[in-house]
């Protein structure tokens, strides 16, 4: 009887512990998280999320150890892998700063026995992964697109294209799919590297050339604000919107404010870091299968839903 | 008879002077018949202000570059400490807090100062470090650029206050008399330096320094101060060129300044001051920086260069300009 008592508490205790996640005092698990150091605004925006996330799973699981290490460029983020790997990691959230370079040093910390999730940019080797959570660029692009053509309908638009990449890339194609056979038509587009300064120049110009342009796809919200400077020194009033993307909160706010020259904005979250340390965490802490590939959907911020894409603590 | 000679001698002299003198000029007619061919919007009076407008931050920061160029020394750090001057500026701006005159006054000195004590720092190690000017200053480019990174945790340092934002704003979008106040500010910086540069006894040391050091010592320049005073000078256009950088977008981002230090170097070598130093030309670097920024602008307004070649045509440019710029002064 005594016995039968004592199980029932051990039970409830068990039970009580699921919820506080208490038992994770049982299962002690660390996790090394490699990702490229703050060196514009999206990485600056992952590190601060990874911090975040990380605070929040220490404090969610006890007995989990969660390492952010930031590093500049890919030779460094391969020592970085080395060190972590040293500090006995059971996973590795790789955010890789390319391909080539990282394909190897993650197969040497692989073959250690870790778990691996790698974040956006894919390696060279994709049987190194357990676990994949990516955006999703021609979606990006795609979505921009879709806009465009169901609002305008009709009319002119130049484009500001980022820095020549196969992201760049797969993002202006399927924006190019997306308006085929509306009356919306590209009549310029020009490299603008996502940056505010060139963004002003190469708008300055396009002004300059064309008498009459009916929207902007800046594709970035830092190339969107130097558009929008050179629209207002201009004082053109042929412009009716400009649609940036990334989500960074100046530009979120204004949509949530709802200001007539950014109605919306597309998704490509920085946060995505936080999903994968989520669902890494979750493989050790959980029965639920984990392993497989995750792509965020890239989504159209509107006004009635910028509240849930608007972080105003972080940096980007 | 003797006499007759020597003055057509020195005639000659005068003249193929002149003809280097304006060779930039030359060549900056020329790219502006080749793109008013290209677009005849080129021409309009909106787009040329635009343009030499845009091309004032390099055309000032490279008038800076021109006192370090000509006295043999190089600075690689002038795009990096532009970036950490804007950020701090800001931050200081945002820090003070008001909308008033007196803020941005105080704003605007606290970015004088310290691109001051940057370039004051680069020309102390280069002399008293004794190190080659190239490593100290691409050192000094990444702890720059770096401190920008830092302070904005890689986001963007932004105005906060939109009144003082509004007011300062006419810096960048004004205009005096129809001219935008960013041309007013380097001619009027350009004809500090060319003062500075041809009229006074620092500006001959400069000169000196620049063709033989050696020499330059044993006639009893001082060597240190003259070198250490040209970067502080690259340091204080660098300020300036950021007191009207900052009203333009009213933020600093990591990328702010990114490869002007290589704009401002070609800008001086376009405008005829020797890389290896000893000769110096203020008004030539400025019409470099102006056509630095026309070739862009050409680039834009053409229909017929795809986006993909614009480096290539761009480059393609610049040495073109170049080459008639020297077939002139040879033919001579």
């Known amino acids: 009887m005594k016995a039968t008592a004592w199980k029932i508490a051990i039970a409830a205790g068990l039970m009580a512990g699921v919820a506080t996640g208490a038992i994770a005092q049982q299962k002690n698990v660390t996790i090394g998280v490699s990702i490229p150091a703050a060196t514009h605004g999206w990485t600056g925006g992952a590190v601060y999320h990874a911090q975040e996330t990380a605070k929040e799973l220490e404090k969610a699981h006890p007995g989990l150890k969660v390492i952010v290490k930031t590093s500049p460029d890919g030779a460094s983020q391969a020592n970085a892998l080395d060190d972590l790997t040293a500090q006995k990691i059971d996973a590795l959230v790789v955010l890789p700063f390319n391909s080539d370079e990282l394909t190897n040093p993650v197969r040497e910390v692989k073959k250690k026995g870790v778990l691996i999730t790698v974040i956006d940019r894919g390696l060279k080797d994709p049987t190194i992964q357990d676990i994949y959570v990516a955006g999703d660029n021609p ?13 305008l309908k009709q009319g002119n638009i130049v484009v500001l294209r980022g820095i020549p990449t196969v992201l760049d890339d797969e993002r202006v194609t399927n924006f190019e799919k997306a308006i085929e056979g509306s009356g919306v038509k590209i009549i310029d587009k020009q490299y ?17 050339k064309h008498p009459k342009i009916d929207a902007v796809w800046a594709a970035d919200d830092d190339m969107a604000l130097g558009v929008l400077e050179a629209i207002r020194q201009a004082k053109r009033e042929d412009i009716k919107f400009v649609v940036g993307g990334a989500g960074m909160k100046e530009m979120v706010k204004r949509v949530m404010d709802g200001d007539k020259m950014i109605p919306v904005n597309v998704t490509y979250p920085p946060a995505l870091v936080a999903t994968a340390m989520h669902v890494t965490a979750a493989s050790f802490y959980t029965n639920a299968p984990m392993r497989g590939t995750f792509v965020l959907n890239a989504q159209l911020i509107t006004k009635d839903n910028a509240k849930d894409h608007y972080f105003p603590n972080s940096p980007f | 008879m003797t006499e007759t000679v020597l003055r057509t001698g020195a005639e000659k002299r005068r003249f193929t002077l002149d003809m280097r003198a304006l060779s930039p000029f030359i060549a900056l007619i020329v790219l502006m018949i080749a793109g008013a061919l290209v677009n005849p919007d080129f021409l309009t009076a909106s787009n040329l202000l635009n343009v030499v407008t845009r091309s004032a931050f390099i055309a000032i920061i490279a008038v800076g570059a021109t006192f370090v160029i000509a006295s043999g020394g190089l600075d690689l750090s002038v795009g990096s400490m532009a970036a950490l001057t804007a950020g701090i500026m800001i931050l200081t701006l945002n820090h003070l807090g008001g909308s008033d005159m007196g803020t941005l006054a105080l704003g605007m000195l606290a970015a004088i100062g310290l691109s001051a004590a940057c370039g004051l720092a680069n020309g102390l190690i280069v002399t008293f470090g004794r190190i080659e000017p190239f490593i100290v200053t691409l050192g000094t480019m990444g702890i720059y650029r770096s401190l920008v990174i830092w302070l904005a945790a890689g986001g963007t340092i932004t105005m906060r206050n939109f009144e003082l934002r509004e007011l300062y ?15 007013i500010a380097f001619l009027l910086v350009a004809a500090i330096g060319a003062l500075i540069l041809y009229r006074t006894a620092f500006g001959r040391h400069v000169i000196a320094l620049g063709s033989n050091e050696d020499v330059a010592r044993y006639s009893g320049v001082p060597i240190w101060r003259v ?10 256009c660098v300020g300036i060129a950021v007191l009207v950088y900052v009203p333009r ?8 300044g990114l490869l002007w230090e290589l704009q401002a170097i070609t800008a001086v070598v376009i405008g005829g001051t020797a890389l290896k130093g ?4 203020v008004w030539g670097t400025v019409v470099g920086a102006v056509i630095l920024e ?18 290539a045509v761009q480059g393609a440019i610049i040495i073109v300009a170049m080459l008639v710029q020297r077939s002139v002064h040879r033919g001579r």
């Open chain 1, 192 to 208: 603008a590297n996502w940056n505010r300064d060139d963004a002003f120049k190469v708008m300055q110009d396009f002004l300059s």
């Open chain 2, 278 to 281: 000893g000769v110096g030309r």
């Open chain 2, 169 to 183: 704003r006419p810096v960048y979008f004004g205009s005096i008399l129809g001219v935008p106040v960013p041309i």
């Open chain 2, 249 to 256: 977008l009213g933020s600093a981002t990591p990328t702010t």
């Open chain 2, 294 to 311: 026309i070739v862009a602008n050409i680039m834009v307004l053409s229909n017929f260069v795809s986006e993909f070649l614009v480096g």
């Open chain 1, 139 to 151: 979606g990006f692009g795609r979505i921009a697109g879709k806009y465009f053509a169901d609002t």
């Open chain 2, 227 to 236: 070198r250490t005073l040209t970067y502080i000078i690259q340091g204080i």
